[in-house]
């Protein structure tokens, strides 16, 4: 027997307490007893205090307490049973009237989570009206029942009703579809839904659980070349590829590895044929490192479906790190930076997320992002190099190098962003900016100095620029615009552009060299060049690349092979009809000896850094440009 909150005991035969009837007359008395027996106010002629019988009819309250389907119990203030319906005690595999004084709360599972206990000890303190909740509960017979649970206050009454409504069927279709939602069709692993409740789960455990590792680790991989499975041999068939690589995913996460942390694995597929393990609580990058390998090692045994023998293989992105401070769109972002190193590395391997290297990404990505408007807000200015003739020592021209004064990096020199500007199309703008700018500056030099030998700008070109403008018209119309004379513009492309014209490019070379501009192959021997094609390009100067020039060390270590190089392509040049620069030129013993082999001019530090446009005029002015030796820095000559 246990007490109840007012001091007074309770028997194991309490009834019902008094509910009043349709008719509005009182079924039982205000006043209960404690005691053994019915509770019920006493009859005509019976002895004060004497119990009476519930209504026997159908419609009696305790009638259809007692027949009702649904499993119902009436419970104290405190918690504990009163008297409970056989529909009760049948949910539960017991005696209903063995239930009397049993805590509620245990025999549903209301203490089993912190806000339904709350919630259910506000409604028995009569700070709520109702709780309803789903819960779990155990039946003698092994098997588990799932149950939506009410509690109210019972009107008219101090004492509560709880309900429980046996929805294990419902449960169990709900589960079936959540199973179909959140889970691959195809391989049936769970799907990219799934994948990121269980990551934001497992960020949070791993955030405040103090028994755990504290870490998570992720391998993110994509398969190399299966769009070709599926074009050549059907969708069927990559299907049932991807059900045999999620089959051999699942048994590397479930394999024990000597560095395995307590945490699970989760091998999920995102879509297409990318795949995810997910590994909780991992003990560092060394246990990815294993799974990662493990999971190569695996794909790479070929596959035999339909009488189809196919090798696959995979490129794998490796994240791990501290859990806290670490979000799901974080660890995807880098998982997925880190797939793209490992493709772009060679694929068929797995690769490590590299905070240094990702930080080079995101620059170049802020970069990038802010190229155009960087044109607009007058971000860029041009530096301009002297290409001096190796004869005379006279500048007969000078180079445009565009640089970036970006409010961030400060001033960045070309190789920082004009890949970039080719990648995203920016260079079209941006080129057609340095074009414009260097034939007003050339033609301002010229009319400043009426009376010295003109001096002709060369300006780099991009074959993109060929392709996505008009590069024939925009030329046309800024010699026009500056007065500029044709001659005194010469165009820089790279080897490989100039090599590789055809159609469009190669009308337009031939349309500005009739115009009376200068083509200069820039990085002359860097690529594959076909020497037969270029004598049909309208090519008038050859720039040497710098790594040639380099190879004319001093006599004490010379490199034989390098200068015979040189010798010959100068006079290959020469034959063609062509002059040839050579870039790089750090010391006036490598100007001597390019001048002797009939190299006919020169650029590089051993003559001038790039400068501003104000201090070229005074360079102009000075003496012959033979140059002395600058300090040893590790620097190239051309680009500055």
Same mark, same amino acid.
């Given at each position: ?266 091998? =999920?597929?995102? *879509?297409?044929? &990318?795949? %995810? ?5 991992? @003990? /560092?990058?060394? +246990?990815? !490192? $294993? ?22 293989? =995979?490129?794998? *992105?490796?994240? &791990?790190? %501290? ?5 799901? @769109? /974080?660890?995807? +972002?880098? !998982? $997925? ?78 190789n920082r962003f004009i890949g970039l500007a080719e990648e995203n199309g920016a260079i079209v703008e941006l080129g057609r900016w340095v074009l414009e700018r260097a034939c007003h500056q050339a033609r301002a030099w010229q009319l400043e100095r009426p009376d010295e030998p003109p001096l002709f700008v060369s300006v780099n070109v991009a074959v993109r620029q060929v392709w996505d403008s008009d590069l024939v018209a925009d030329v046309a119309g800024i010699l026009d615009e500056t007065g500029l004379p044709p001659e005194l513009l010469q165009l820089e492309l790279t080897e490989s552009a100039v090599m ?141």
């Amino acid at each position: 027997m246990s007490g109840h909150s007012d001091g007074t005991s309770r028997a194991s035969g309490a009834t019902l307490p008094a509910v009043t009837q349709s008719d509005g007359s009182a079924n039982g008395s205000a006043g209960k007893t404690r005691t053994g027996g019915e509770h019920s106010a006493a009859p005509d002629g019976a002895p004060a205090g004497a119990p009476a019988p519930l209504p026997a009819s159908p419609g009696g309250y305790r009638a259809a307490f007692e027949a009702a389907r649904l499993p119902m119990a009436v419970l104290g203030r405190d918690g504990l049973v009163i008297a409970a319906n056989p529909a009760f005690g049948e949910l539960l595999g017991k005696d209903p009237r063995a239930l009397a004084d049993a805590s509620a709360a245990d025999l549903t599972d209301l203490g089993g989570d912190p806000h339904i206990w709350a919630a259910y000890r506000d409604v028995l303190a009569g700070r709520s009206d109702r709780l309803r909740c789903t819960r779990r509960l155990k039946h003698p017979a092994g098997h588990s029942v799932w149950a939506e649970v009410s509690v109210e206050p019972l009107p008219g009454a101090d004492d509560v009703l709880l309900s429980v409504t046996d929805v294990s069927d419902r449960h169990d279709l709900q589960a079936r579809l959540r199973h179909l939602q959140m889970h691959d069709p195809v391989t049936r692993l769970p799907n990219r839904a799934l994948f990121f409740e269980r990551l934001a789960a497992a960020l949070e455990t791993a955030t405040y659980d103090r028994g755990g590792t504290g870490r998570i680790g992720l391998c993110y991989l994509d398969l190399d070349g299966f769009k070709a499975v599926n074009d050549t041999l059907g969708h069927r068939v990559g299907d049932r590829l991807l059900g045999a690589v999620a089959e051999r995913l699942t048994r590397c996460a479930e394999r024990p590895a000597g560095r395995a942390g307590r945490g699970g694995q989760l091998v =999920a597929r995102l *879509g297409g044929d &990318e795949f %995810a393990l997910l590994v909780e609580d991992s @003990t /560092g990058t060394e +246990q990815l !490192a $294993d799974l990662a390998q493990s999971v190569l090692d695996a794909l790479q045994r070929p596959f035999d479906l339909a009488g189809q023998r196919l090798s696959v293989s =995979a490129s794998i *992105g490796v994240v &791990e790190r %501290a859990a806290a401070g670490t979000t799901a @769109t /974080g660890l995807m +972002q880098a !998982a $997925d930076t880190t797939l793209y190193w490992a493709k772009a590395d060679g694929k068929a391997r797995w690769t490590l997320f590299d905070p240094e290297r990702n930080a080079h990404r995101m620059t170049r990505q802020a970069l990038s992002s802010t190229l155009r408007p960087a044109v607009d807000r007058g971000e860029f200015t041009l530096e301009y190099q002297p290409l001096v003739g190796l004869g005379d020592g006279r500048a007969e021209g000078v180079e445009a190098l565009v640089r970036w004064r970006h409010p961030q990096f400060g001033t960045l020199p070309p190789n920082r962003f004009i890949g970039l500007a080719e990648e995203n199309g920016a260079i079209v703008e941006l080129g057609r900016w340095v074009l414009e700018r260097a034939c007003h500056q050339a033609r301002a030099w010229q009319l400043e100095r009426p009376d010295e030998p003109p001096l002709f700008v060369s300006v780099n070109v991009a074959v993109r620029q060929v392709w996505d403008s008009d590069l024939v018209a925009d030329v046309a119309g800024i010699l026009d615009e500056t007065g500029l004379p044709p001659e005194l513009l010469q165009l820089e492309l790279t080897e490989s552009a100039v090599m590789g014209s055809a159609g469009r490019p190669l009308q337009a070379l031939q349309a500005l060299s009739d115009m009376g501009v200068r083509i200069a192959i820039d990085d002359f021997g860097t690529g594959y060049s076909n020497l037969a094609y270029l004598s049909r390009l309208p090519v008038s100067v050859l720039k040497l690349d710098g790594s040639f020039v380099r190879g004319f060390r001093s006599a004490e270590h010379p490199n034989p092979a390098d200068e015979t190089i040189v010798e010959a392509l100068v006079a290959l040049a020469h034959r063609l009809g062509l002059t040839v620069t050579a870039e790089c030129v750090e010391n006036a013993e490598q100007a001597e000896r390019l001048r002797r082999i009939g190299c006919d001019t020169g650029q590089g530090w051993l003559y001038s850094r790039p400068l501003p446009a104000d201090r070229v005029p005074a360079l102009l002015a000075g003496p012959p440009m033979t140059g002395e030796d600058p300090p040893a820095n590790g620097e190239e000559g051309k680009r500055g």
